[in-house]
């Protein structure tokens, strides 16, 4: 039998158990970059991201952005690519923080920038019967995004997510280099009949609210289509990704959505 | 988007389909062993028929029949090999006073299975949906001309078209058969495929209150061995000698009766 992989592994080896400065889109070299154009260093004041230091990334030896993982019993689990990590914008000032506190709900948050609707049911899958969380937010991503364990030119086997985000010309995201020939190739054609990425998606919402219906967890899907839902009023530090207010925004939808309110 | 489809042959009635073919059956009976195996059974040239609706499910024409119970998987459930009467879904559905809607497809994937379910199961809005798993190493996909694709590791360049519905099978698909080849390598990937399509087709039926039930856990075994999910009869084939027969169908429906 072949030694399976750890179904419950969230980002890759650099993202593990540190402390980062910045991550993934949110990186020095785009910061620099935007910071140097007249007309996004005017957005960057604006929005109090002028100056280093103003968010850090702080992950567990799992590779999210969160706590050790644990059955805290009184918790909520926020699965999502990017958006509910929070890229671009300080811990506490994430959707899935702001929700967890009004709530007063222990946070775990698994959101993994990059990710797709694939990777949230894989760790639903192996989380969510441990954890045993009261309630679970699902945020879906790009529905074009898929995740297959495969052999990483770096890494070796791992679960990789590909999407446009991997395979375009995005700064901080291009590791088409790293991907198997055959994954590449494959997901060109796979994405252009809408039957694929239509199919997957609901495939995987539907079985991430199966395994909450088995271990007796409140469900939440906080849109019913893709990450375009999710409006952006602000930006975060990387000028890509929702900011401050945005966050906010969503915690109250959310809230809404668990209170029954909408 | 059309995700309706079962088989390729639609509106037909034929004498053999799939792996019970005239040609096997020729090659059964020139060999001593099997054709005595096919005396043993009882099984004749003539003896089964199948008949497909229009959209290509051996089964009755589909409509919102209230009473009723949906069977989704592979040949195991259409019941290749087997006259439709001896089929465990004719058989469950009858002991049930069910009307029996068989939309098992020789050759489909786990993946054909959510398909077919996420789209007929809140139209036909049946009683009970019985899912029967099938080998977790295929898949299933659409690509641009060829509309569905169906791939295990057994399936060999004459028999693609027969898991396809579209024109220009096997010229334009290279890249999905390289892409099977590398993705079937890692169990984890066919663990997690199984796992979503099960979890996704039962949560269908919670949306629509309809009882769901599995047939067996974990991975169907494609030959009858001492475990596994299938209730393999010793020495008990269909008309191919390959799949189930009448009364290892028999066995399925006698445990599924006892699961309801």
């Not at chain 1, 929702?242 to 109250?252: D, L």
Request: glycine share 8%.
């Amino acid at each position: 039998m072949k030694k399976l992989l750890n179904f419950g592994i969230g980002s890759g080896t650099e993202y593990r158990d540190c402390t980062l400065e910045w991550s993934r889109s949110d990186s020095h070299k785009r910061w620099t970059q935007n910071m140097s154009n007249p007309e996004t260093r005017e957005q960057l004041i604006e929005l109090g991201y002028d100056s280093i230091g103003g968010v850090t990334y702080t992950y567990n030896e799992h590779g999210f952005r969160t706590e050790h993982l644990h059955d805290k019993g009184n918790s909520i689990v926020f699965l999502g690519c990017s958006y509910t990590e929070g890229v671009g914008v300080r811990y506490e000032d994430t959707m899935a923080s702001i929700v967890s506190k009004r709530l007063n709900l222990d946070c775990i948050n698994l959101g993994i920038g990059g990710r797709a609707n694939d990777t949230s049911f894989r760790l639903a899958n192996y989380w969510l019967p441990k954890l045993k969380p009261r309630i679970v937010v699902f945020q879906p991503t790009e529905h074009s995004r898929m995740e297959i364990c495969t052999d990483d030119r770096e890494e070796g086997k791992v679960f990789f997510s590909i999407g446009n985000h991997v395979l375009g010309n995005q700064v901080d995201f291009n590791m088409a280099h790293r991907l198997n020939d055959n994954v590449r190739l494959f997901f060109k054609h796979y994405i252009i009949p809408n039957e694929n990425t239509f199919l997957n998606y609901n495939k995987n919402r539907f079985a991430i609210e199966n395994i909450c219906m088995h271990n007796n967890i409140k469900f939440i899907q906080i849109y019913d289509g893709g990450l375009r839902e999710w409006t952006t009023l602000d930006y975060g530090r990387d000028l890509m990704h929702p900011g401050i207010k945005s966050h906010q925004q969503m915690a109250e939808h959310v809230l809404q959505l668990i209170n029954g309110s909408k | 988007m059309n995700l309706k489809w079962g088989t390729l042959t639609s509106n037909r009635t034929l004498l053999w389909t799939g792996n019970d073919s005239y040609a096997k059956w020729k090659w059964h009976n020139f060999r001593a062993s099997s054709r005595n195996r096919l005396k043993e059974l009882g099984y004749k040239a003539n003896s089964i028929t199948y008949v497909y609706n229009e959209h290509g499910f051996r089964t009755e024409h589909l409509h919102d029949k209230g009473n009723s119970i949906v069977f989704v998987g592979c040949s195991f459930t259409e019941g290749i090999g087997v006259r439709f009467v001896d089929t465990y879904p004719y058989i469950l559905s009858k002991k049930l006073n069910l009307d029996c809607i068989n939309l098992g497809v020789g050759g489909a994937s786990n993946d054909s299975s959510f398909r077919i379910a996420s789209y007929w199961v809140p139209k036909l809005k049946p009683s009970i949906v019985v899912f029967q798993p099938t080998q977790f190493c295929r898949m299933e996909t659409y690509t641009r001309n060829v509309k569905l694709f169906n791939l295990d590791p057994d399936t060999k360049h004459e028999y693609w078209p027969a898991f396809c519905r579209g024109k220009g099978v096997g010229t334009d698909v290279q890249w999905f058969i390289d892409y099977y080849q590398h993705y079937v390598q890692f169990d984890e990937n066919l663990k997690l495929n199984y796992d979503k399509n099960r979890f996704a087709i039962e949560q269908i039926c919670r949306h629509n209150n309809i009882k769901f039930i599995q047939t067996h856990e974990g991975e169907l075994q494609s030959t009858p061995t001492a475990e596994g999910g299938w209730p393999w009869v010793v020495n008990d084939f269909g008309r191919d000698l390959v799949h189930p027969g009448i009364k290892s169908h028999q066995k399925m429906a006698e445990i599924l009766l006892k699961k309801i």
